[in-house]
């Protein structure tokens, strides 16, 4: 008989945990492997940008060819997510993970090395599907590694603190090392993290292969591990579509014509996807799972949170180098003081989580998140400016990593072991997705506007809105769950 899952919900979500557990040594390591492949995927995604001018001109890309550096790699990484976290599930995380791995080492090895556009574009390519394969089976291991409660909570902490510090220092790095050793140097260093992390993940990673799996509503499935391959290809599908519309309406803008179609595609296929879940036998996507309030309510939070910080960053570059005249150096010393707090917001969110519940912590950090984002709209052609921007952002972002740190724990609180890759490839996704989509919906305003200052404050006050908006409703949804 099929359970009823909008109401279950787990203590951890909301109760307060005694203390935080000493981690072994082995823990530590285990932590070390996981962490150090989200670190290394969220340097991917900022490493390139300022190199990217550099590269033009060392293989020959136009201006317009450049964006393809960019999404190459975000088509894969986020198209193929839910597939692979639900392929971990079946078949073995470890497995998944270590492939993954090496895929990501040898395709930054091929970027580094490359002679002309195709073959970066292909390394770029085959990094994004590396790290479609890392980033849900890591979490999924990491989560199943790490029991319930505070050792879990503290261990999302750790991977928050570094997937945040990663994006960060990506952009500071990306531009001292371009400067020094030019842009190849950048797809290096990534592959250095591979030949790190790979020797050691193979004796430390536990497997993960399920004796038993079990259907929607707990019925055991008698047969071997079989993938959703229709659902597998409309999610597959819809999420490549909508990712290759939003990124490239972020450089051009909505009016293409291939962003519109793309856009429907991915729209409709997704629509497809959901058809598909509700009649298949062993689906891709359980839909009561997505029917639990902290899965659908903490995703919708890390949505927001993911989307509208990315946008802040972007419109804060535009302000800082072309209003107030900052080099890119200077511009990176303030998102390196960003940085910095993300390391004490890491230390400090799990300690509050134990204290308030996930839930709780997760609405107050979208409130304070968005309070300070307000604070920005008082930014203007003074060079004060500058020092108010880089406190604002500094601690709006410490507000942030509370709430990935606060959704990733409710999304993943009360769901079975064998359903956590599932679960974590959902949160993945709306990482991924969410860093997609703001820039393009809010970000373009400040590039199309006919004062950029002004087009800057139209930005900050819609980012404003939407996420203490988005701290309302979901404190809504989330308290109803609780009922």
């Known amino acids: ?12 979500a909301d109760t307060a945990a005694p203390g935080i557990p000493r981690l072994s040594t082995r823990d530590k390591l285990v932590l070390f492997v996981l962490c150090a492949a989200q670190f290394m995927v969220a340097l991917d995604f900022s490493v390139l940008n300022v190199a990217l001018p550099g590269l033009g001109r060392d293989l020959g890309m136009n201006t317009s060819a450049l964006q393809w550096a960019v999404t190459a790699f975000a ?5 193929f997510l839910l597939l692979f976290g639900r392929a971990g599930d079946l078949f073995g995380r470890r497995r998944l993970f270590l492939t993954g791995l090496a895929l990501f080492g040898a395709a930054s090895l091929l970027s580094t090395l490359a002679w002309d556009p195709a073959s970066f574009l292909t390394g770029r390519a085959l990094q994004g599907l590396g790290a479609a394969a890392i980033v849900p089976t890591g979490m999924s291991l990491l989560t199943t590694t790490f029991p319930e409660g505070p050792a879990r909570d503290r261990a999302l ?4 603190t570094l ?17 020094t050793f030019g842009w190849r140097s950048t797809m290096a260093l990534l592959t250095l993290f591979a030949l790190i992390v790979l020797p050691l993940a193979p004796s430390l990673l536990p497997e993960s292969l399920p004796q038993s799996l079990k259907g929607m509503g707990g019925t055991p499935i008698p ?10 290809i409309t999610v597959t599908a819809g999420l490549l579509s909508l990712i290759y519309a939003l990124s490239t309406a972020a450089d051009h803008g909505f009016g293409r014509a291939d962003v519109l179609a793309a856009l429907a595609a991915g729209l409709v296929l997704l629509a497809a996807f959901v058809l598909v ?5 062993a689906p891709l996507v359980s839909l009561p799972m997505l029917r639990r309030r902290t899965v659908a309510w903490g995703n919708i939070g890390g949505l927001v949170t993911f989307s509208m910080m990315s946008t802040i960053v972007f419109v804060l570059t535009l302000y800082l180098q072309e209003i107030l005249g900052l080099s890119a150096f200077e511009t990176g010393l303030v998102f390196g003081f960003q940085g910095l707090l993300s390391v004490v917001a890491g230390t400090l969110a799990p300690k509050v989580i134990g204290r308030l519940g996930a839930r709780r912590t997760l609405v107050a950090s979208l409130t304070g998140q968005g309070v300070l984002t307000a604070s920005l709209l008082l930014l203007n052609t003074h060079v004060w400016s500058a020092w108010l921007a880089t406190v604002a952002v500094a601690l709006a972002s410490m507000c942030h990593l509370g709430a990935i740190i606060s959704y990733g724990v409710t999304v ?8 956590q890759g599932l679960a974590t490839g959902l949160v993945t996704s709306t990482q991924q997705v969410g860093i997609t989509v703001g820039i393009p919906l809010l970000g373009v305003l400040a590039t199309t506007s006919g004062d950029l200052l002004t087009g800057v404050h139209t930005v900050i006050a819609l980012d404003t809105v939407i996420v203490l908006g988005a701290a309302l409703l979901t404190g809504l949804g989330l308290r109803r769950s609780r009922a």
């Open 75 to 79: 088509l894969p990484s986020g198209g």
């Open 157 to 160: 902490g750790i991977s928050g």
């Open 412 to 419: 993943t609180s009360g769901v079975p072991d064998e359903e």
């Open 1 to 12: 008989m099929a359970i009823d899952t909008t109401t279950q919900t787990s203590p951890a």
């Open 223 to 232: 047969h071997s591990p079989r993938l959703d391959v229709p659902g597998a």
């Open 277 to 281: 879940e509700s009649r298949a036998a």
């Open 163 to 179: 997937l945040s510090l990663g994006f960060t220092i990506g952009m500071v790095a990306g531009g001292t090392l371009t400067d």
